[in-house]
């Protein structure tokens, strides 16, 4: 099995910057190169919906419309952590983020990966 826990969230104010990682661990995972990884996101009243993913090598990166130009995900294979950097934050990103990882497909807005973290609270004050 494989283990993903989310560290780095909190209360912030508008316009800054919180940075959360995603570590891996687990059995059937000895380095996460080989996993696509991502980030998904599920405020208060709604879906989770996709923010953010990286492909293997960490070369190809995606993002929902939202968080473009103001988030950037990133990778650490020999660490086996995932980053996801928020800047300018703002109210509306306000919501539960959670890691997700996934060994035979890029993940996708639509294609959540099989491996959930259990999830860290951001909260942005306006």
């Known amino acids: 099995q494989v283990q993903l826990v989310e560290s780095g969230g909190g209360l912030v104010q508008a316009g800054g910057s919180l940075r959360l990682s995603c570590a891996a661990s687990g059995s059937t995972i000895s380095t996460i190169s080989t996993y696509g990884m991502g980030w998904f996101r599920q405020a208060p009243g709604k879906e989770r919906e996709f923010v953010s993913a990286?492909?293997?090598?960490?070369?190809?990166?995606y993002y929902t419309d939202s968080v473009k130009g103001r988030f950037t995900i990133s990778r650490d294979n020999a660490k086996n952590t995932v980053y996801l950097q928020m800047n300018s934050l703002k109210p509306e990103d306000t919501a539960v983020y959670y890691c997700n990882a996934e060994p035979t497909y890029r993940i996708a807005q639509y294609m959540p990966g099989r491996y959930w973290g259990q999830g860290t609270q951001v909260t942005v004050s306006s």
């Open positions: 990286v492909s293997r090598g960490g070369t190809t990166t």
